[in-house]
């Protein structure tokens, strides 16, 4: 008798082996391999497509893209581990080598926030273990840098890549199963005209700006690494003694006025200026204390979201945000009255900005960045501030789910809170804004809804207008992060000739990018859609708002590896990887 050929539990048929292609070697693949080792009931055959030299390391993390004074605001106790955690790792290393990292082995601390390339390093080690270790469990892993993907097309029940190595001839290959983790759209070179950078990254592009007025659009972290690059460029951040100053340990007592982190311009470096401008140009807190692992929420629960999204689209925004303010209200019944009972989303959007709007943004950086140390000295957690981190989470649940209006007024009023209150940054980042501003050479605008950047002119840099007001700048950096992209910027344009990927735009969805199912999967009528995973930041982020975070990689990655495991269990055999 013939048996019926395997499928998965979407019925999706394997007539002969699984081949797993992972387009991109950043975080988020590396954590889909761990997971699909960890889970593979038998060997595997995966080929891993990077266009850099260097697999393995992440585009957020890579050195030379990053200068190395970035500092990553993730610390060792947040970040899941890959076999072992981020301070196991730096425990491992050479004293030579985390000197090199300006890291002392004796403060090596689970809360410590460390440069964005030692994270690079740890990402890359682990890779090569994870594909060592693979290896020797019988899979069949071929790691192929050097090599960029250009186009893929669907072919009967599978996927051809087309694939340029570089400084060799072009290929195709043909998969079973592919995941795009593509990460990050940015420019290869940021300097699209001059004086205006696109990006602040690579880092090492913004040596070229000389010392003088410099804007940058963004308060973020990026923009604040911006900032800070132009700084150690042209001097350097010193304390009282003259010493170089380091990366303190989480709950450091804040310095005496004579120890007080100060920035000192090198010869000709006077003349720096940054303003740094955003909408309403606040800065961004300071990391606060917390329990980790986060403790579970009582009432704001996934459980009760989703019945709430099961009982329908209709004011499905404000019945979630009213369970999200009696979560408030049940652990901080103080801030739940300062923000007003029965407010709304609109209001709460409105109100919880307005003390910081109304001080000095230095000012209350100061008595912000004196207040999360102390209670990490003593282990003080602020209830409200807590309990908003972990509703974030619970909250984008629905975000699919919205109306094109309830959408715009999520992203106008609510997810700027849940955005300000995760992407809180490094105490030593805040001191270093503060010491630039001490020094006379950092400023911060707030420029509201109707700015405009004109950045056409003959003159190098560009020039914001806001308010009757003309400020320009001859050097100019957008730091205001990734954006959501749509589907016409899709880099592998015959699955879109083929409608195997769609843009949410054209489907009704109230978000922008491509329309993806809850298991990652473009949603299309061709069954070969449910054979692609696609984790590519920017045509993702409209749907999943707050993916932007190695925690979000691990998390999706977890659930794709999974799903990949599952379906290659139901394949007869593995095979060797495309030629």
Not at 263 to 283: E, F, N, V, Y
Request: proline share 8%; charged share 20%; net charge negative.
């Amino acid at each position: 008798m013939k048996l019926p050929a395997p499928q998965d539990r979407d019925g999706v048929l394997e007539s002969g082996p699984v081949s797993i292609a992972l387009i991109g070697a950043g975080p988020t693949s590396i954590y889909t391999l761990q997971a699909l080792l960890a889970r593979a009931a038998g060997p595997i055959s995966i080929t891993i497509f990077e266009e850099q030299a260097r697999a393995g390391l992440g585009t957020p993390y890579r050195p030379g893209w990053n200068d190395p004074a970035m500092l990553a605001n993730i610390a060792s106790i947040e970040l899941p581990p890959l076999g072992i955690t981020l301070v196991e790792w730096l425990a491992q290393q050479t004293p030579a080598r985390l000197a090199g990292y300006n890291i002392d082995p004796d403060g090596i601390d689970e809360r410590t926030f460390y440069p964005r390339v030692v994270l690079g390093h740890y990402l890359r080690d682990r890779f090569e273990a994870l594909v060592a270790e693979g290896g020797a469990a019988g899979h069949a892993i071929d790691v192929r840098a050097r090599s960029r993907v250009t186009d893929i097309a669907a072919e009967g029940d599978g996927l051809c890549l087309s694939v340029q190595p570089r400084g060799a001839p072009a290929y195709q290959a043909r998969f079973s199963q592919i995941v795009i983790a593509t990460g990050h759209e940015w420019p290869d070179e940021p300097e699209v005209r001059p004086g205006f950078f696109a990006s602040p990254w690579p880092a090492s592009a913004l040596k070229r700006i000389p010392a003088g007025p410099v804007g940058i659009r963004g308060t973020s972290l990026s923009a604040i690494d911006a900032a800070v690059a132009l700084a150690v460029n042209h001097g350097a951040f010193v304390i009282a003694d003259g010493a170089e100053a380091g990366e303190p340990a989480p709950g450091e007592s804040a310095p005496a006025e004579d120890q007080a982190l100060r920035w000192k311009p090198q010869a000709g470096g006077a003349a720096l200026h940054i303003t740094m401008m955003s909408r309403k140009g606040l800065m961004p807190e300071a990391d606060f204390f917390c329990p980790i692992p986060h403790e579970p929420l009582t009432i704001f629960t996934e459980q009760a979201v989703q019945g709430l999204i099961e009982a329908g689209e209709t004011g499905l925004l404000d019945r979630t945000y009213a369970l999200f303010e009696e979560q408030l209200r049940f652990v901080d019944p103080d801030y739940a009255d300062r923000i007003g009972r029965d407010s709304s989303v609109e209001a709460f959007g409105e109100r919880y900005f307005a003390e910081r709007l109304a001080a000095d943004p230095f000012a209350w950086a100061q008595a912000n960045l004196d207040e999360a140390r102390k209670n990490f000295e003593t282990g003080t957690t602020i209830p409200w501030r807590y309990a908003i981190l972990r509703a974030h989470e619970v909250f984008a649940r629905i975000v699919p789910h919205l109306d094109e209006a309830d959408h715009a007024r999520f992203s106008q009023h609510l997810q700027p809170i849940f955005t300000d209150n995760y992407a809180t940054v490094p105490h030593a980042s805040i001191e270093r804004l503060l010491a630039l501003h001490r020094a006379g050479a950092l400023a911060i605008l707030a420029v509201g809804d109707d700015a405009r950047l004109d950045t056409h002119s003959e003159a190098s840099g560009a020039t914001m207008s806001f308010d009757g007001q003309r400020h320009h700048f001859s050097a100019f950096i957008d730091a205001t992060g990734q954006r959501p992209l749509e589907a016409a910027a899709f880099p592998f344009q015959t699955l879109l000739d083929q409608g195997v990927v769609q843009d949410a735009g054209d489907t009704g969805a109230g978000y922008r990018g491509i329309v993806i199912d809850d298991d990652f999967r473009p949603v299309s009528e061709q069954s070969v859609a449910r054979r692609i995973h696609l984790l590519s930041l920017p045509f993702i982020l409209g749907r999943h708002p707050f993916i932007q975070g190695l925690t979000s990689c691990h998390d999706m990655g977890e659930a794709v590896g999974a799903r990949l495991a599952e379906h290659a269990a139901c394949a007869p055999m593995a095979a060797a990887p495309p030629a």
